[in-house]
Nanobody, 125 residues
Framework: QVLLLESGGGLVQAGGSLRLSCAAR?????????MGWFLQAPGKEREFVAA???????YYTDSVKGRFTISRDNAKNVVYLQMNSLKPEDTAVYYC??????????????????WGQGTQVTVSS
């Protein structure tokens, strides 16, 4: 059983920054595999934003490359998403996700076993 606890969302003006955090609470000695962030805008499907493997290899969707940075603290089971140069189109609910075991896939919703409750990010123009 794993609980993902997100924090850090809020309202920011265009060009501003936010840092999202996701703490994984496990009930075993296992640590998480690949962890990712997804977003869901109103009326749209949930989509991939970024992922990071245990090895610190990172992946990003094209629209956030150069603006967002994903990182993790393996000792604490925490993953971060630093979001800079935010745009109004980044407005969405952001979800943290975790894989229970290694998978070669990282960008699909079905690739993840655990999900957080979501945190709202609103970017005003």
């Amino acid at each position: 059983q794993v609980l993902l606890l997100e924090s850090g969302g809020g309202l920011v003006q265009a060009g501003g920054s936010l840092r999202l955090s996701c703490a994984a609470r496990t009930f075993s000695s296992n640590t998480m595999g690949t962890m990712g962030w997804f977003l869901q805008a109103p009326g749209k499907e949930r989509e991939f934003v970024a992922a990071i493997r245990w090895s610190d290899t990172t992946y990003y969707t094209d629209s956030v490359k150069g603006r967002f940075t994903i990182s993790r603290d393996n000792a604490k089971n925490v993953v971060y998403l630093q979001m800079n140069s935010l745009k109004p189109e980044d407005t969405a609910v952001y979800y943290c996700a975790a894989q229970r075991a290694y998978s070669g896939y990282y960008s699909g919703i079905s690739n993840y076993d655990y999900w957080g409750q979501g945190t709202q990010v609103t970017v005003s123009s």
